[in-house]
């Protein structure tokens, strides 16, 4: 069983390295064939020249090859502005298309076989090394001996390297793609099965990855956690919302001709809901389009009250949301490093409320201006001054760079906790108007702390439960841990009677005096 | 203003010391020789097996104390002079008080087995024990525990966790046999087994071995059995820490006596915790009760007395709580070892071996005295409620899907249960409870 598990480590290993060098194994050469038949003919005169030294050198790596390609745009674009020719201003993105183009070796020769090597045989190796967990990790209960002993789990060097190498490739994935050629060509196989007609592109790495990365750590979820029916139940489906409906369902409807839409997923965590383009293309396709609209409307104005009354922020956070998805499997190994102090309470309410409010804004004036038929509010430029910098911060750094990349630092849920602005939402509804409330089993605490240890929203669940109250916060997306990892049944997860959530007389097992709260 | 000092920051002295700071604006002073801040005693073993840091067993962030003008002093306490109202510390100088609350807690047992002193042969109890055995447990590979009580099974838990194997010796038939009864206790020796841990019942201790080098080789047995081993948790029970007071004016037995007020003898002077005994105990209540529940209870309720509303110490219907490895433990009323005259006991186990259930009645009242519950989660306040109103057998088997506190989707035992009631009881059948739709489909 043991050398099941190592073996399916090297694989594992092997293929997370083949991933990576895979980075530099290409070459890069620019024709005149290739320039031509991918540039339009309009810059094909300006950029020509520019890009004439480029013409069939052969680059070994894609960064000087894309930098030397934006250099010749640039220079072409400052030449263009300087001579007030703005009509003749570059804003294709060429270093996409043509870096591909321009890719030649094994990523383009042996793109299949390379897909297997990485994918499936890195799948099939982390599962050697998760699945003899179930007879070596002993019998069912809870798995977390040594937690604080890891590299990985407790900040160590593979912690620091983990976070590292996952910043770094967010950094890459929303602001230079075209250095990720490689990878991106690496999962055109699957493209081309769900949609022959289409070309992978950044997203669509990255959709694949994620979708991968929920699959095989929810497997190891739900192996850890075998003993809850509820945890293996949240966790089946989170996986399946993330393959169906983030990943399959927008494939299969473009194949289809219909627009690209994820069903589950919502305003205000999908901040472009609302822009000019995505209302028009919904609003042009017909009655699938229409239908999205209304959906995707209904989902927060009538969908988010309703469930959140009956279950709590958790139907959405941990049991559909794809952020949350993530987090809930890939991050459950790093749960436990969310801070538990005030202090980052504090700071945790001032900041999502903050990033709500800039959401509500930027939404209301993308809104107005579509509405309008204007470019700014309040003589503000509306995609310069709001949604440019919106879909910076928050979509891409706070919720990808950070949100993701942070896991191994900051816990699972950073972004969840300090960022969405749909969790602000959810939470405000949970809070004031739900039935929803993790119960404290009268005087039973014994104030050990694994609950808020484990609590990757970083409440101190201790802090009530060792006083007998019931825990009643926004933030809390029910993921169910601190029930799972509580030593004597205090905790439960609860949706009763809306009243009964707190001001109660507290049971504190001690007749000499009361207590209510 | 009054000077409220509490020598021990335990559960029962931080209790007392947070609720008299609710009540009043007495001057607070927790005294501790063992750590600076209080922590959970009973989290100690997750320290040790990596589940959290020594910083996640405190309860309460360290800006808590000064906010809430506690002040803590990290102090051995050598002396007290009870006339003087004056306490000396071992670095010498003193502190005076108005009152006195010793929340001092417990010391493990040792029985003077040869060799106890030997290197690598500890108790666990305190923060320090915690921080010996990481150090006694170095490169062990093979360990023996005496005495089968809470701290033995999670000191198992614990070597357990690093890979070490462990002999568990207990001196009973089955495991925990001075609280469990027979049934319970062998579904945990079972479960002990699972996990690998060697279980030795009815074994008892002659001598540790000594290597030559003053550190433990191995144990022999009473039977003449020597097993090998580098480390001895000596784990058979703890008692009263009363070595501050054993020789002064204040009354003492076995821990500090203490009336109803937890008062000792001696004026303006509390005892509470796992240090107070209890000149008059109220029915089926043991005079010394060393649990996390009672330390919290006593504080909560001589922090009353203190501030000047005379509270008499009134426990609830009694409860415990604990964990086998992967089996929880609830307790709810009395619940003996063995059944006592003119009671019967109901018992249902499910094929798993791993969870049951045994309700204790009067045999012709059917007035329910206790249960003992493992592996089933129930709620407190329900259990609480048919015990002070003495619910017959029947009303709760029939009402026992109403005290289910198990996660959601987690199978439902209770039909099961009651069908089993229902055979036994045939002139009193209950509705047995019925699957949902959901059940049915995920069975």
């Not at chain 1, 399916?8 to 390295?17: D, K, N, P, T, V």
């Not at chain 1, 949100?403 to 699972?412: K, L, R």
């Not at chain 1, 997860?493 to 049971?507: K, Y």
């Not at chain 2, 501030?307 to 433990?329: C, L």
Request: hydrophobic content about 40%; proline content about 3%; aromatic content about 14%.
């Amino acid at each position: 069983m043991k050398t099941i598990r190592y073996t399916g480590l090297i694989a594992f290993l092997f293929s997370l390295g083949l991933f990576l060098s895979l980075f530099f194994t290409s070459t890069y050469t620019l024709t005149e064939q290739i320039f031509t038949s991918n540039v339009k003919a309009e810059h094909q005169e300006t950029l020509g020249p520019e890009l004439a030294g480029m013409m069939d050198r052969e680059y070994s790596l894609s960064i000087p090859f894309v930098k030397d390609l934006n250099a010749a745009v640039n220079t072409v674009n400052e030449r263009m502005r300087s001579e007030q020719q703005w009509d003749k201003v570059i804003y294709d993105d060429y270093a996409g298309s043509l870096t591909r183009a321009s890719t030649s070796g094994l990523i383009q020769d042996q793109t299949t076989l390379l897909f297997i090597l990485v994918f499936i045989v890195g799948a099939v190796g982390a599962l050697m090394f998760i699945l003899p967990q179930i007879q070596l990790g002993g019998p069912a209960g809870i798995k977390h001996n040594g937690i604080f002993f890891n590299a990985l789990n407790n900040r160590g060097w593979i912690g620091m390297l983990t976070g590292g190498l996952l910043v770094v490739f967010y950094v890459l994935l929303y602001f230079y793609p075209a250095y990720i050629t490689n990878w991106i060509i690496l999962v055109d196989p699957v493209q081309k099965l769900l949609n022959p007609g289409a070309t992978s592109s950044q997203w669509f790495l990255y959709g694949f990855l994620y979708t991968f990365a929920v699959l095989v750590m929810g497997v190891r979820m739900i192996i850890k956690y075998r003993h809850s029916k509820y945890q293996i139940f949240r966790t089946i489906s989170v996986m399946f919302f993330q393959t169906a409906f983030a990943f399959l369902i927008p494939e299969i409807l473009v194949r289809l001709n219909q627009p690209y839409f994820d069903f589950k997923n919502m305003w205000p965590l999908d901040y472009d809901f609302f822009d000019a383009w995505h209302i028009n293309m919904l609003t042009t396709s017909g009655g699938t389009g229409i239908f999205m609209f209304a959906w995707g409307i209904s989902l927060f104005a009538i969908g988010v009250p309703l469930f959140v009354f009956f279950f709590g922020k958790r139907w959405y956070c941990s049991w559909v949301c794809g952020c949350g998805g993530l987090a809930e499997t890939v991050g459950d190994p790093f749960r436990q490093l969310s801070d538990k102090s005030l202090k980052a309470w504090q700071i945790e309410r001032y900041l999502i409320h903050a990033v709500l409010i800039f959401g509500l804004l930027m939404t209301g004036a993308v809104v107005y201006n579509f509405i309008s038929g204007t470019n700014s509010i309040l003589g503000i430029d509306t995609y310069n001054y709001l949604r440019k910098p919106y879909g910076f911060l928050i979509g891409s750094i706070f919720s990808g760079v950070i949100g993701t990349g942070f896991y191994p630092f900051m816990g699972n849920r950073v972004w969840c906790r300090f960022g969405c602005p749909l969790a602000a939402y959810l939470g405000a509804v949970q809070k004031f108007k739900s039935r929803f409330r993790i119960t404290t089993n009268g005087g039973q605490c014994i104030s050990c702390g694994n609950c808020s240890t484990y609590c990757e929203m970083g409440i101190d669940v201790r802090w009530y439960a060792q006083r007998g109250q019931n825990i009643i916060r926004s933030s809390c997306v029910g993921c169910g841990v601190c029930s799972a990892v509580c030593p004597r049944g205090v905790l439960n997860l609860e949706n009763r009677d809306e009243d009964g959530r707190f001001n109660q007389p507290i049971l504190l097992g001690n007749d000499s005096i009361k207590v209510s709260n | 203003m009054q000077h409220t000092v509490i020598i021990g920051n335990g559960v029962a002295g931080i209790t007392a010391a947070r609720h008299i700071r609710k009540l009043s604006d007495n001057k607070i002073t927790v005294i501790s020789g063992e750590t600076d801040h209080f922590f959970s005693r009973t989290a100690l073993m997750y320290i040790y097996m990596g589940h959290m840091k020594f910083e996640n067993t405190k309860p309460y962030e360290d800006w808590f104390w000064s906010k809430n003008k506690i002040d803590l002093m990290r102090e051995w306490v050598t002396s007290i002079d009870f006339d003087g109202k004056t306490i000396v510390f071992k670095n010498g100088t003193s502190l005076t008080y108005d009152q006195l609350i010793l929340a001092t807690g417990s010391q493990s047992n040792f029985f003077g087995w040869p060799g106890q002193d030997l290197k690598g042969v500890q108790g666990l109890y305190s923060y320090q024990d915690l921080e010996l055995m990481e150090e006694n447990t170095k490169n062990v590979k093979s360990a023996v525990i005496l005495g089968g009580g809470l701290i033995g099974v999670e000191m198992a838990e614990m070597l357990h966790s690093r890979g070490i194997h462990v002999t568990y010796l207990i001196r009973e038939s089955h495991f925990w046999g001075n609280m469990l009864p027979k049934e319970e206790g062998t579904l945990i020796d079972n479960h002990l087994a699972e996990h690998g841990i060697d279980l030795r019942t009815e074994t008892e201790l002659e001598e540790i071995l000594d290597d030559g080098n003053g550190h433990v080789k191995g144990i022999k047995t009473k039977t003449g059995e020597v097993i090998d081993c580098q480390f001895v948790g000596l784990t058979v029970g703890v008692h009263p820490n009363i070595d501050l007071v054993k020789d002064s004016k204040v009354e003492t037995d076995r821990g500090i006596l203490v009336d109803e007020k937890l008062q000792t003898n001696v004026p303006d002077v509390y005892a509470i915790g796992d240090c107070a005994q209890q000149k008059n105990p109220p029915a089926h209540r043991r005079p010394i009760e060393a649990v996390w529940y009672v330390g919290r209870m006593m504080g909560e309720t001589v922090a009353h007395t203190i501030t000047g509303n005379e509270t008499k110490y009134q426990p609830g219907v009694w409860f415990n709580s604990a964990k086998f490895f992967d089996i929880e433990y609830h307790n709810y009323g009395t619940v003996l070892p063995t059944c006592q005259e003119g009671c019967s006991e109901f018992y249902w186990e499910c094929h798993d071996k791993k969870k049951c259930i045994k309700v204790i009645y009067e045999t012709n009242s059917l007035k329910v005295k206790g249960v003992n519950l493992f592996g089933i989660r129930n709620r407190h306040e329900v259990w609480d409620n048919w015990l002070s109103q003495e619910k017959t057998l029947d009303h709760i088997i029939g009402n026992l899907p109403e005290a289910n506190f198990d996660p959601e989707f987690f199978t439902h035992w209770e039909g099961e249960i009651q069908e089993k009631f229902n055979s036994e009881f045939s002139d009193k059948t209950v509705n047995v409870r019925k699957r949902g739709f959901l059940e049915k489909i995920f069975a």
